[in-house]
């Protein structure tokens, strides 16, 4: 029921045409006219209307088929069709609809990225790499993280498969033990490439740095400098990534015929909370190592940070090795002797081989891609406390 919004009266009220895309009224008793700046009382609002290929073809007075094509560059349409068609879809701000789009050709031209967290550089910079060459291709990214939980990864997965994602690029969480969540993707023909946090399972093709030869570098180095009770900081022993670095840090200390002390092995779950308290722990110790290596920069970089509180020289009374080369390791003082991981290699490569996958599904990605890494050798390895030039050496 309309009322004047100057006498009140409700009866004698005529529309009287628009103005400026509002409804204007007319009040046969005090003939006043009047419009509202918001629906009138007792109506509702409309949803809001997005424009469509047919507002465009209305518009122009051509076939919806037309639009279609001049918005694809369709070598067909002729150049002075195509620029009306592209000044009235930025007039009415047209945007694709990429859903109902994905329905026609059973492709929605996009991917899922899930990453255990977004702390740590590793995950951040990998992202940003794959993202782009994603958008190179023509395909949209959707970006979850599980933080670090099996329950929350189970959530987003299932979201992404709701989502109609062509495909997806998955780093487990910590909590994760089994892959029976991805069997849905299995059975839909959707292919999953799993990296740097992976579990083996036959259809579930994986890329990694090489963890295990990395680890085993990575301790031989603390071995040639003179350490000789060296520990380790792990990680979730789910994970093939903690298992592979402990492998490479015990047979490291074989091949050199070092002893190896359980004692000085502490395993966490890779959050900041726990790398912090494992790092007391081992200092704890009555007969501590003189050195550690750890499964992850920020392991060791509480490590040293622990280390400074209770007055050791990090360097000449504890060497330390990490793994990653996220950011912080650079410019902790001393700084940390690291192993880089090949993050934009490892991003292009897990792009290139799911979108070769999507395209053609009869492409077979290997098992197992694995990437060399790279040992960065600063300050806190140092026995001698020695600040010498930094350097990097490839490991071969």
Request: net charge positive; with cysteine; aromatic share 8%.
């Amino acid at each position: 029921m309309i009322k004047c919004t100057k006498c009140n009266e409700v009866s004698g009220i005529a529309r009287a045409g628009q103005v400026r895309g509002k409804q204007r009224y007319h009040c046969k008793h005090c003939n006043y006219y009047f419009t509202f700046q918001s629906p009138p009382p007792g109506k509702k609002s409309s949803p809001a209307h997005h424009a469509t290929i047919l507002d465009i073809a209305h518009k122009l007075k051509i076939s919806k088929s037309t639009v279609s094509r001049a918005l694809r560059n369709s070598a067909d349409i002729n150049q002075e069709t195509r620029d009306a068609v592209l000044k009235m879809a930025q007039e009415l701000n047209y945007v694709p609809n990429y859903f109902a789009s994905s329905l026609v050709r059973r492709k929605s031209y996009s991917i899922g990225i899930v990453v255990p967290e977004l702390i740590t550089n590793f995950f951040s910079q990998f992202i940003i790499i794959a993202q782009k060459a994603a958008s190179l291709a023509g395909y949209e990214v959707v970006i979850c993280h599980s933080n670090e939980s099996f329950s929350n990864e189970v959530d987003v997965l299932k979201r992404l498969f709701a989502y109609q994602v062509d495909g997806v690029l998955l780093s487990l969480s910590s909590e994760t033990k089994s892959l029976d969540h991805l069997q849905v993707y299995s059975d839909a023909g959707v292919p999953v490439v799993l990296f740097n946090r992976v579990k083996n399972k036959p259809g579930f093709p994986t890329v990694l740095a090489d963890d295990y030869h990395g680890a085993f570098i990575g301790t031989e180095h603390l071995v040639k400098n003179g350490y000789r009770n060296i520990g380790h900081i792990g990680g979730p022993g789910n994970l093939q990534i903690s298992k592979n670095r402990f492998r490479g840090y015990r047979d490291a200390l074989t091949k050199h015929g070092l002893e190896y002390n359980p004692n000085w092995t502490i395993y966490h779950d890779l959050s900041q909370a726990d790398a912090c308290k494992c790092a007391k722990t081992l200092l704890d110790k009555s007969s501590r190592p003189d050195a550690v290596f750890a499964v992850n920069d920020p392991a060791a970089i509480y490590l040293i940070i622990e280390a400074k509180k209770r007055g050791l020289h990090v360097g000449p009374d504890l060497g330390i090795v990490g793994f990653s080369n996220d950011s912080r390791s650079e410019v902790i003082e001393p700084s940390l002797t690291t192993l880089q991981q090949p993050i934009e290699q490892m991003a292009e490569t897990c792009i290139h081989l799911l979108l070769n996958k999507i395209k053609d599904d009869r492409f077979a990605i290997p098992p197992t891609t694995v990437l060399k890494t790279t040992l960065i050798e600063r300050c806190s390895s140092k026995k001698e406390g020695a600040r010498g030039k930094e350097f990097k050496s490839l490991i071969v």
